[in-house]
T-cell receptor
Framework: AQTVTQSQPEMSVQEAETVTLSCTYD???????LFWYKQPPSRQMILVIR??????QNATENRFSVNFQKAAKSFSLKISDSQLGDAAMYFC???????????FGKGTKLTVNP | DTGVSQDPRHKITKRGQNVTFRCDPI?????LYWYRQTLGQGPEFLTY????????KSRLLSDRFSAERPKGSFSTLEIQRTEQGDSAMYLC???????????FGSGTRLTVV
């Protein structure tokens, strides 16, 4: 069974600074996809970024980028130039090839200080 | 397209009562998912539909839970004889394929008193 672990329950960052959220995962499949989701206080989950396991190049979406270390099964999220609107719960998630089940970590609460 | 809609946003019910939640997915998406999220936890998978067929159910989904997606459009999640442990946020999501990621609704927060 696949598992996703987020070891940082809470993180904080100063506005305009950079922060990295950690995630490790475990899956027996070679075909899988990884995601970071953001859940603001309004509670609607929003997809931030996705990474295909077969791609070596790290995904980027504007200020958001990932550091995908396949051998270490690590998938961290870097947020550059942090903004107040980035404050939210961030969830790392994994889906195995052939499955429809997205497995989430417990989340990291990010606080952005002005 | 207005995204994934869930109704109601909040539901307070007495223990033992039945409740039903509705989810309207993005019209182009043939896949629909239900998740449950408790405080301080990530969402947990409950069940999945492709069109009108319910293809997977979690062991979390006890016999008191039932989900339907008639005609492959909206979906309902019913909980019979609610228990306090059912108190949670129930999230619906839809997708055109799992690797594209899901689009989530705002959720229905259930409180069983």
């Amino acid at each position: 069974a696949q598992t996703v672990t987020q070891s940082q329950p809470e993180m904080s960052v100063q506005e305009a600074e950079t922060v990295t959220l950690s995630c490790t995962y475990d899956t027996s499949e070679s075909d899988y996809y990884l995601f970071w989701y953001k859940q603001p206080p309004s509670r609607q989950m929003i997809l931030v970024i996705r990474q295909e396991a077969y791609k070596q190049q790290n995904a980027t979406e504007n200020r958001f980028s990932v550091n995908f270390q396949k051998a270490a099964k690590s998938f961290s999220l870097k947020i550059s130039d942090s903004q107040l609107g980035d404050a939210a719960m961030y969830f790392c998630a994994c889906i195995q090839g052939g499955s429809e089940k997205l497995v989430f970590g417990k989340g990291t609460k990010l606080t952005v200080n002005p | 397209d207005t995204g994934v809609s869930q109704d109601p946003r909040h539901k307070i019910t007495k223990r033992g009562q039945n409740v039903t939640f509705r989810c309207d997915p993005i019209s182009e998406h043939n896949r629909l998912y239900w998740y449950r999220q408790t405080l301080g936890q990530g969402p947990e998978f409950l069940t999945y539909f492709q069109n009108e067929a319910q293809l997977e159910k979690s062991r979390l989904l006890s016999d008191r839970f039932s989900a339907e997606r008639p005609k492959g459009s909206f979906s309902t999640l019913e909980i019979q004889r609610t228990e306090q442990g059912d108190s949670a946020m129930y999230l619906c999501a839809s997708s055109s394929g799992p690797f594209y990621g899901y689009t989530f609704g705002s959720g229905t927060r259930l409180t069983v008193v």
